[in-house]
């Protein structure tokens, strides 16, 4: 049975970042995923990096904007961390291999971006985590002899020793079937979001909040889980997203009068406010009646020179063309806003820490938090390097305190029982995905840009009719080789927890703050709410609680762009 | 909504059954992706069936599949198209079948791991710093970095591998995406070893001198990465800027081409061979290999002429064309020869530069073509 000091479960962003960071500070790493680690989520990041690289730049000006962009919900010490740390950051991959955008100077050079009042996101193309995502990898395949790869291969639950410490999981070789226990001192979690709780999303299909369910049924924390990103522009028909970029190059937003609306809601920033706002200004137009018949938005990008638009918005050129039949060099497409991203999560600290003992997060699994009510665009690649990077690091400091754990056998045969359980499960009961498909479009109707405690309630019993349906849908495959059936039927249980934990939280905050907009409470309540929701397992189910909120030098006022 | 046919290939290795084909109706609008079809058939009808697939959107280049016997990515290809073209194109059925050159593990799914990957690592895929490492950025051309972009496009998907034609005469030959994936180094200014990286896929029997040009592998990128092109630019950057004479004749004998293509304006087979050992000099002739070689291809020789397709007469003295075709030719060298910078044609770059409304009014391709002449 495989033993390392530090266990990475996910390999995108955060946790090629985080493996990379372990082994450098000498410990025996083994980075754990279900898929092959370039096909990670990270990879359909487009739009950049934000970093204050530029001397004209500062960190503390990257650091308000972030907290402007949470709604002061943010905790300030970790973004302060985030923001010093994110030009080192820059040049470390830049050093490594990616190949950053550059000025006429040869210098790095950077576009704008939603929120910030510089222009400081650094960029590949629209690729920008792509690029970065098999550089990352470049370079685990260049450390091989440090770093033990396990691609393909699904976590169904993590271990904990009788002290309650975290010590290992229990994984499956998708290719084989075989279970296996792996031994740690310390594990990582970097195993990314639950969008695909909802229906539609821009997300891949392999997020579906593993992580984040595995870390909550053990015992940790969630925090933040009502705040869920609407991007405003995703493609009206399955949702695919088109980068921030093109705005951040000049595109604009108009509705069906050919009005540019977003003079009426951000003055100044237009369509480059954060982007809970500019989502809730197209969903106002939309429901307003100013909609395309479709239920749409125009973006304009025929704005952008033709040639800058080939050149660095070539990945949202085709897409409009191969999944919209539209050149968006010549014509307007028709967008609006649609799930994204995720800003609760594990709680942790700074290095990565949850509350339990040897149990790290980091990227979209994890809430430190930095983006607190919304995230910035360009700054979830920042997040999952810099605290990818000091998990790494921390959790193999920890492990040189610490014997290598075993775990009892035991464990082998409970998990080979819950998936014997699935395997056997008689025929008749409703299908995985039926149930998938109920779960995503309801969190996509109730729990939304636009939220009430009517619509939240009626979520809430949903997702509890389908926790309870869930545990008999049957599958068809019952192979050992690529069995992507029970795979699927253990991720539906993930996806679940998540959102009975994501409506718990909506329904608990009784006030508008960045992504969570309550028509029945539509202000912002620094009084009663400036503080985090958390939902935690209680052993007789999920269990509400609340976190201060850290602010070190920047008092919320009000939000405007 | 209309109706297709999804004619999967089956494979279940518990099974100890040979691979077939299962057929499955699916209501789906034509500008639909094939993914998206067997997604449905997953969902609603057998969840047995087996792919690998995510972002849904081209990006993370795990469902690369043969569809109507054409490699590509499933959710890059719209249902109508796919059932207009290639070996089922009745307008309603769809062959979905594993990638080929890889071993199929289950269904559609491929040891990526057994063949792509492999290849990736046989070309030292990271950067090896130039010395020294600037304190800040290094201060490169923008024009490189979007050069290099180009192969940074790649998702590692294996379209390209699954049908190259050189790979199947020759499993061990580099191949396309790794190839691709050694220009990324070869053209960033940031990398230390660019001769030795060229040196070691030029001496290599199975490096860039294996590849035939049969652009199979750039039509089956769905990202644009233009395999071909890419290996094509590591030879020249190998044999013009490093002058690396390799000991596969790769060097000699794109030499030999064009050198007869600029003598005769076509190529003159009988020549070709000689050169390609001996070099341009009439002594070239008698190099032992070239001997060898010509023997070894007698029964090629004899073939063809016995079938006519061509007569002794054109096999010793070559083709003649028009002194004026001829001379048309020779200009074309000398313009593209006496430019101070070498032509790279590199459509990502060069393709596109051409205003709106030149493009409107002449064919794209035309269009784009003039402009890089003038470029």
């Given at each position: ?8 479960i ?32 990270s ?12 001397p004209?730049?500062?960190w503390?000006s ?8 949470s709604?002061?919900?943010?905790d ?16 470390w991959l ?6 950053f ?6 210098h790095?050079?950077?576009r ?12 590949v ?9 098999h ?17 393909e ?41 639950a969008?695909q709780a909802f ?8 997020c579906?909040g593993d ?21 405003p ?23 069906a009068?050919?009005e540019r609306f ?7 920033k237009?369509?480059?406010a ?6 809730r ?7 307003e ?21 080939l ?10 063309k191969d999944?919209?039949?539209?050149d ?10 649609g799930?994204h991203?995720i ?19 980091a ?6 938090s930095?983006h ?9 690649l920042?997040?999952t ?11 193999a ?8 754990p ?11 029982g819950?998936?014997d359980e ?13 149930i ?10 109730y ?12 979520a ?15 599958i068809?495959?019952?192979?050992t ?10 991720e ?19 006030e ?6 309550r028509?029945?409470?539509?202000e ?24 201060p909120?850290t602010?070190?030098?920047w ?5 405007t762009? | 909504m209309?109706e ?43 969840g047995s ?5 995510s ?18 990515l ?16 009745d ?49 490169v ?44 180094f ?18 290599d ?8 040009h ?7 990128c ?8 890419q ?15 390799d000991?596969?004749?790769?060097e ?12 005769y ?9 000689p050169?390609s ?8 002739k008698?190099?032992?290999a070239a ?13 063809g ?8 007469k054109l096999?010793?003295l ?15 060298f000398d ?26 009014a ?13 470029a």
């Amino acid at each position: 049975m495989p033993a390392h000091d530090v266990l990475i479960i996910g390999a995108g962003l955060a946790g090629q970042r985080a493996a990379l960071a372990a082994a450098d500070a000498g410990a025996s790493v083994a980075i754990l995923s279900k898929v092959h680690p370039v096909r990670s989520h990270s990879v359909a990041a487009a739009g950049g990096i934000n970093a204050a690289l530029n001397p004209e730049d500062t960190w503390e000006s990257h650091a308000f904007d972030t907290v402007k962009g949470s709604d002061y919900l943010g905790d300030q010490d970790a973004i302060e961390i985030m923001c010093r740390e994110a030009p080192d950051e820059i040049l470390w991959l830049e050093h490594a291999g990616v190949t950053f955008h550059r000025s006429d100077s040869g210098h790095l050079g950077t576009r704008a971006f939603g929120g910030a009042s510089q222009a400081r996101t650094y960029y590949v193309a629209d690729i920008t985590g792509q690029a970065i995502l098999h550089v990352l990898y470049e370079q685990l395949m260049k450390h091989h002899e440090r770093v033990d790869r396990y691609e393909e291969w699904f976590t169904t639950t993590l271990l904990q020793d009788e002290e309650g410490n975290c010590i290992g999981c229990v994984a499956r070789d998708i290719r084989t079937g075989t279970l296996e226990v792996f031994n740690a001192k310390s594990v990582i979690l970097a195993s990314g979001g639950a969008g695909q709780a909802f229906k539609p999303t821009t997300n891949a299909l392999i997020c579906t909040g593993d992580g984040i369910a595995q870390a909550y049924r053990i015992g940790a924390p969630l925090m933040d889980m009502e705040m869920i990103q609407y991007h405003p522009t995703t493609l009206a028909e399955n949702g695919f997203l088109i980068t921030e970029g093109a705005r951040g190059e000049g595109a604009h937003l108009y509705n069906a009068l050919g009005e540019r609306f977003m003079e009426k809601y951000a003055p100044n920033k237009l369509e480059l406010a954060s982007r809970d706002v500019v989502s809730r200004a197209e969903q106002t137009e939309i429901n307003e009646g100013r909609g395309f018949p479709d239920g749409t938005i125009a973006l304009d990008i025929t704005r952008v020179p033709r040639k800058r638009t080939l050149e660095a918005l070539r990945e949202i050129v085709n897409i409009g063309k191969d999944f919209a039949g539209v050149d968006i060099t010549r014509e307007p497409i028709h967008i609006k806003p649609g799930m994204h991203y995720i800003m609760g999560g594990v709680k942790t600290d700074f290095d990565g820490q949850t509350p339990i003992p040897g149990l790290y997060a980091a990227g979209e699994v994890a809430c430190v938090s930095v983006h607190g009510g919304n995230r910035l665009g360009a700054n979830s690649l920042l997040d999952t390097l810099i605290f990818g990077r000091r998990s790494g690091e921390h959790a193999a400091q920890r492990a040189r305190g610490v014997a290598m754990p075993k775990a009892p056998t035991s464990v082998l045969a409970d998990a080979q029982g819950e998936i014997d359980e699935i395997l056997n499960r008689p025929t008749g009961g409703r299908r995985v995905s039926e149930i998938k498909n109920e779960l995503g479009e309801m969190m996509n109707r109730y729990v939304a840009v636009y939220r009430d405690e009517e619509g939240l309630a009626t979520a809430r019993e949903i997702v509890q009719r389908l926790k309870q349906e869930a545990p008999s849908a049957a599958i068809d495959d019952k192979g050992t080789i690529f069995n992507q059936d029970v795979l699927a039927a253990i991720e539906l249980g993930y996806m679940l927890d998540v959102a009975e934990a994501i409506v718990m939280a909506a329904q608990e905050r009784r006030e508008s703050r960045g992504a969570q907009f309550r028509t029945d409470f539509p202000e912002r309540n620094d009084e009663d709410w400036l503080h985090h929701i958390t939902v935690s397992q209680n052993g007789d189910g999920p269990a509400l609680g609340t976190a201060p909120v850290t602010i070190t030098k920047w008092q919320p006022q009000a939000r405007t762009y | 909504m209309a109706e297709y046919t999804l004619k999967l290939r089956r494979y279940d290795p518990q099974s100890g059954e040979a691979p077939y084909f299962e057929e499955y109706k699916v209501d789906l609008e034509p500008h639909r992706s094939v993914l998206e079809a067997i997604l449905q058939v997953k969902n609603e009808q057998d969840g047995s069936v087996g792919i690998r697939c995510s972002c849904r959107a081209a990006i993370c280049g795990s469902c690369g599949v043969r569809i109507n016997g054409r490699p590509g990515l499933a959710c890059h290809t719209h249902l109508d198209k796919a059932a207009n073209t290639g070996v089922n194109s009745d307008g309603t059925t769809i062959l979905v079948e594993p990638m080929g050159n890889m071993p199929v593990i289950k269904d559609l799914i491929v040891d990526m791991d057994a063949v792509h990957w492999k290849k990736i690592q046989r070309v030292t895929p990271w950067l090896i710093n130039k010395e020294p490492v600037p304190e800040r950025e290094y201060i490169v051309p923008h024009e490189n970095m979007v050069d290099v972009t180009q192969t940074m496009a790649c998702i590692q998907c294996g379209a390209c591998v699954s049908d190259c034609l050189s790979m199947e005469v020759d499993p061990l030959f580099v191949g396309p995406a790794a190839s691709a994936k050694a220009y990324r180094f070869v053209g960033d200014p940031r990398d230390a070893e660019q001769f030795e990286r060229l040196k070691d896929l030029a001496e290599d029997p199975h490096g860039i001198f294996d590849c035939t040009h049969c652009f199979t592998c750039i039509d089956a990128c769905p990202k644009g990465v233009a395999p071909m092109s890419q290996i094509m630019r590591l030879r020249r950057v190998s044999t013009n800027d490093h002058h690396i004479v390799d000991r596969n004749n790769g060097e000699r004998h794109e030499r030999a081409f064009v050198s007869l293509i600029r003598g005769y304006g076509l190529l003159h087979e009988a020549e070709l061979l000689p050169r390609s050992y001996g070099g341009d000099s009439w002594f070239g002739k008698f190099h032992p290999a070239a001997g060898q070689e010509l023997l070894s291809s007698l029964p090629v020789v004899m073939k063809g002429l016995m079938r006519g397709k061509m007569s002794p007469k054109l096999a010793l003295l070559g083709h003649r064309v028009p002194s004026r075709d001829l001379k048309a030719v020779q200009a074309i060298f000398d313009k593209v020869e006496s430019k101070d910078r070498r032509y790279e044609l590199n459509l990502y770059i060069s393709g596109y530069e051409d205003d709106d409304e030149q493009a409107a009014a002449t064919a794209e391709p035309v269009a784009a073509a003039s402009e890089s002449e003038s470029a």
